[in-house]
């Protein structure tokens, strides 16, 4: 498990170090992704069937959940939902933006999380 950036840095994309609260929690829940079937051993999305909303749903969760950082430095700036996205979709090497978005909305969000348990099983971050 990588607890650092894996890829090259990206304009736009925050680092891991200024997005990531708890990189062994953020470690365990990559764990997961992998034994899911959702990326790949080189942190690679594997966008097989149906899979597109199942890591949306994964990233909506981990956000709520606390993963990431509230603020990032220099300059004590808010971390937002597009932080979010553009940093997992530049690790995971995923487009996961129309699907994100539809899951804000909590009843949507709250439906789907009934098919996929497991997701709801994160742990607090």
Do not use: C
């Amino acid at each position: 498990v990588q607890k650092k950036d894996i890829r090259e840095p990206a304009k736009g994309v925050l680092t891991y170090e200024q997005m990531i609260a708890n990189p062994d929690k953020f470690a365990q829940v990559e764990i997961e992704f992998f034994e899911q079937g959702l990326i790949n051993d080189q942190y690679k999305f594997k966008e097989e069937h149906n899979q597109v909303k199942e890591f949306a749903a994964a990233y909506q969760v981990l956000q709520k959940k606390n993963y990431f950082n509230k603020y990032y430095f220099p300059g004590k700036k808010k971390v937002t939902d597009l932080h979010i996205r553009k940093f997992l979709n530049h690790r995971y090497i995923a487009k996961i933006d129309r699907e994100f978005r539809n899951f804000k909305n909590k009843k949507l969000l709250e439906d789907y999380l009934i098919t996929k348990p497991w997701i709801s099983l994160i742990l607090p971050s």
